[in-house]
């Protein structure tokens, strides 16, 4: 099964009365802002808080609002709205999805000059470039992940497959790690995670970037006998190449397959799984099957912000599979194993 996609579950026209929902969520939501509008904040997400397919994200003092074709009549008075509300956004940006434009679904200036190229969080700074790709280059709901990672991560060998623009891998140098491999296909995505670096003064050396298909590179790891105390895997919930196809509802467990043996005894693997029909305890049941011979165990789940999931006075549409016990369908599960000995 593959995720249709979202907007075809969605319908046409915004809710009525949107300033109210929007309100309401930014209300809940302003007192997270830190003082120097320096970090990262998911302000509303209209999926589940009411105006379906709007998303309304800040990244420093850039405003990113993510909207469907259908709700363009409504968007320069949501502009204005958000202006007035947050008067020292400095730019906006408006990606338009599913639009037929590559260039509006990457996103365009409507507001002021130039996006934000930073963020700060957790004290850690990340490059960013938010019309970059379709998405904003960065991830909000992996934030505990980047907590995680600074809390335990110290003197750790990691490597971050799926590293789109190596957060998680520089959320692991940031704690002191002793290297990382950032994997992923497009080296230009990459090249973001090492301005990342750069920024925070660490040893680039320390830093190698493998840009390359996650098959074959895991293959030829596995061959070489790498071992790593913590490998990370953040696929797209589907995909396809010549060398294999990722399938996070119906074959999730492969990729967990594929890297446990680069899991050195007593390390870690830290599987997310952003599936949106795959149910939080379905994806759960095919994780404690992976632990039923004793060599793997769930050592942790690290939940999403709440400005990702929305507040109970908030959410009026739950997502399409209950995510429980996971508290949103980005499913965050840190997995300890421990290998086979001869």
Known sequence: MINPPINDLMPDNPQKGWPDCVQSALDLRLGLL?????????????FYEGWPGVVLDLYAHTLLLSAPESASESLSSLQAFLLEKLSWVDCIVLKLRPAADPALRRGRVTFGTQPARRLVEHGVAYAIDLTMNQDASFYLDTRGLRRWLLENARGWNVLNTFAYTGSLGVAAMAAGAGQVLQLDRNPRFLELGQQSCRLNGFDLQKVSLLAEDF?????RLKRDGSLFDCVIADPPFFSSTAHGTVNQVD???RIINKLRPL????????IINNALFLSGAD????LEQICAGGYVEIETLIPVPQDITGFPGTVVSPPPADPAPFNHPTKIAVLRLRRKTA
Request: glycine share 18%; hydrophobic share 45%.
């Open 34 to 46: 830190d003082a120097f509008h320096a970090g990262g904040l998911r302000l509303f997400n209209g």
């Open 215 to 219: 098959f074959p590179a895991v293959a």
């Open 251 to 253: 074959q999730g467990v």
């Open 263 to 270: 899991v050195r005894d007593g390390g870690r693997l830290v």
């Open 283 to 286: 994806h759960l049941r095919s």
